[in-house]
T-cell receptor, first 112, second 108 residues
Framework: NAGVTQTPKFQVLKTGQSMTLQCAQD?????MSWYRQDPGMGLRLIHY???????DQGEVPNGYNVSRSTTEDFPLRLLSAAPSQTSVYFCASSSGPTDTQYFGPGTRLTVL | RKEVEQDPGPFNVPEGATVAFNCTYS??????FFWYRQDCRKEPKLLMSVYSSGNEDGRFTAQLNRASQYISLLIRDSKLSDSATYLCVVNNDYKLSFGAGTTVTVRA
């Protein structure tokens, strides 16, 4: 049982490049979410999804897109990377927002 | 104002000591509350949920004060393995808000 997987683990981008962070879970969870973690600021919610085909914005959605075509996958797209998007990105899944959140190992992204 | 605020610490305590810390939240309509633990920038993991009546899980006790809008965590008989950052988490509808974390270091 892999739980929540994220790829890549590390990524360096140049300003203006685009990329997709992958997140997958094998627990049949309906609720999935993306966070970014910056020093001294805690995790901030970027986007979340309550099921396939349904997504909504979190606290800091600008510059990011998501889609949820299957229950298992919830990719996060950076449209045009900026240095301000340098951060650690965590994906999480759960049966619902009040249930235990299971986090992936994170993607450490640097934008030059 | 941040939705969830925590004393960042660090709390530096000897093994066997008791350590306690709080977090405050701004939205009085918040529905559920949690403590997560994070080690060295690894992924957070659920420590315990926090219930209105207060709850214990082994050496850990969590309290919720809705009137004053704060949540507390108490760790008894601290172990070296309790060294971590503890994240206070509050749920509003489908959105979770995380505090920046309280760092605890337990020394031998």
């Amino acid at each position: 049982n892999a739980g929540v997987t994220q790829t890549p683990k590390f990524q360096v981008l140049k300003t203006g490049q685009s990329m997709t962070l992958q997140c997958a879970q094998d627990m049949n969870h309906e609720y999935m979410s993306w966070y970014r973690q910056d020093p001294g600021m805690g995790l901030r919610l970027i986007h979340y999804s309550v099921g396939a085909g349904i997504t909504d914005q979190g606290e800091v959605p600008n510059g990011y897109n998501v889609s949820r075509s299957t229950t298992e996958d919830f990719p996060l797209r950076l449209l045009s990377a900026a240095p301000s998007q340098t951060s650690v990105y965590f994906c999480a899944s759960s049966s619902g927002p009040t249930d235990t959140q299971y986090f992936g190992p994170g993607t450490r992204l640097t934008v030059l | 104002r941040k939705e969830v605020e925590q004393d960042p610490g660090p709390f530096n305590v000897p093994e066997g000591a008791t350590v306690a810390f709080n977090c405050t939240y701004s939205n009085s309509a918040s529905q559920s509350f949690f403590w997560y633990r994070q080690d060295c920038r690894k992924e957070p993991k659920l420590l315990m949920s926090v219930y209105s009546s207060g709850n214990e899980d082994g050496r850990f006790t969590a309290q919720l004060n809705r009137a004053s809008q704060y949540i507390s965590l108490l760790i008894r008989d601290s172990k070296l393995s309790d060294s971590a950052t503890y994240l206070c988490v509050v749920n509003n509808d489908y959105k979770l808000s995380f505090g920046a974390g309280t760092t605890v270091t337990v020394r031998a």
